[in-house]
T-cell receptor, first 115, second 113 residues
Framework: KAGVTQTPRYLIKTRGQQVTLSCSPI?????VSWYQQTPGQGLQFLFE???????NKGNFPGRFSGRQFSNSRSEMNVSTLELGDSALYLC??????????????FGPGTRLTVL | TQLLEQSPQFLSIQEGENLTVYCNSS?????LQWYRQEPGEGPVLLVT?????EVKKLKRLTFQFGDARKDSSLHITAAQPGDTGLYLC?????????????FGSGTRLSIRP
């Protein structure tokens, strides 16, 4: 089974621009979660989608948004980029959603640099 | 706010030595997970502990969940260079948090050959 794939792997943007990141979950997985990882704040939960509906959202501004398509693929969008948005953005998929012991499978991440 | 504090932040030891990494909180967690993340990759789940006092073994790795479910430890016996990576503990926060899961700050482990 193919793992979680994320595209692009690396991205450089300038302040004020917007960016869209893509995540393809493992086949059969219906839950997709997004995380931001930075050296200062560590790994922080952004949001989770299940069956095209956002189920949970972390404490991030409205500039961060996402969506999930009927094939479970997900995209996240960050508008009006700030320098502090530079981070590794990780996507994780799981078979079901909401369980505290669900096994999440992470993709390799998209490294976003904002100049 | 529920926090997971990991210690030490960095650890560099010689191959063959033993080590313990700690994950502590002032709050009770219904379960805790341990992940290992290697450079250029996403975290990989190692284990989930759900019962206070639970001990799980994964080859040379031993995971323990505290009796009060506020802390956990990871013990590695006879460390090998392949154990190098960032170790993260994580758990579901309480009802007051919108976040699905919170992660500790991580322990960066380096095993020298």
């Amino acid at each position: 089974k193919a793992g979680v794939t994320q595209t692009p792997r690396y991205l450089i943007k300038t302040r004020g621009q917007q960016v869209t990141l893509s995540c393809s979950p493992i086949s059969g997985h219906r839950s997709v979660s997004w995380y931001q990882q930075t050296p200062g704040q560590g790994l922080q939960f952004l949001f989770e989608y299940f069956s095209e509906t956002q189920r949970n959202k972390g404490n991030f501004p409205g500039r961060f948004s996402g969506r999930q398509f009927s094939n479970s693929r997900s995209e996240m969008n960050v508008s009006t980029l700030e320098l502090g948005d530079s981070a590794l953005y990780l996507c994780a998929s799981s078979y079901i959603a909401g369980g505290s012991t669900d096994t999440q499978y992470f993709g390799p991440g998209t490294r976003l640099t904002v100049l | 706010t529920q926090l997971l504090e990991q210690s030490p932040q960095f650890l560099s030891i010689q191959e063959g030595e033993n080590l313990t990494v700690y994950c502590n909180s002032s709050s009770v967690f219904s379960s805790l997970q341990w992940y290992r993340q290697e450079p250029g990759e996403g975290p990989v789940l190692l284990v989930t502990v759900v019962t206070g006092g639970e001990v799980k073994k994964l080859k040379r790795l031993t995971f323990q969940f505290g009796d009060a479910r506020k802390d956990s430890s990871l013990h590695i016996t006879a460390a090998q260079p392949g154990d190098t990576g960032l170790y993260l503990c994580a758990g579901p926060p309480g009802y007051s948090s919108a976040s699905k899961i919170i992660f500790g700050s991580g322990t960066r482990l380096s095993i020298r050959p």
